[in-house]
């Protein structure tokens, strides 16, 4: 998954790829890394946006290339992971 969160990839395809069924797929992963594979992945991808952001790349440069469907979903997902918006970590603000 590291290597590949970046694609926007469902969690059953992860699942498959690993050799397994989703539900053991998600108690392992669960039991592995305390979370959710779902919750794992999107703040993986929030993390690699908030590094991208601090480069001043622009949300509506990166939003996609991180597996994000739409800029208001990652909007929303990276303020309610950061307490701050996007488009204000680049400028100094927040982080």
Known sequence: MERNF???IPIS???????RSL?????DFK??????AN???RKRRLQAA???LKENKKPS???LSLGFEDLSHFSRSYKQEF??????????EGL
């Open 13 to 19: 395809k992860f699942a498959e790829l690993s050799g």
């Open 61 to 63: 440069d990166i939003y």
């Open 83 to 92: 307490n701050v918006s996007p488009s204000k970590t680049g400028s100094g």
């Open 23 to 27: 539900s053991t797929f998600q108690r």
């Open 6 to 8: 970046r694609f926007n």
């Open 39 to 41: 919750t794992w992945l």
């Open 50 to 52: 908030s590094q991208l």
């Open 31 to 36: 039991k592995e890394f305390g979370m959710t």
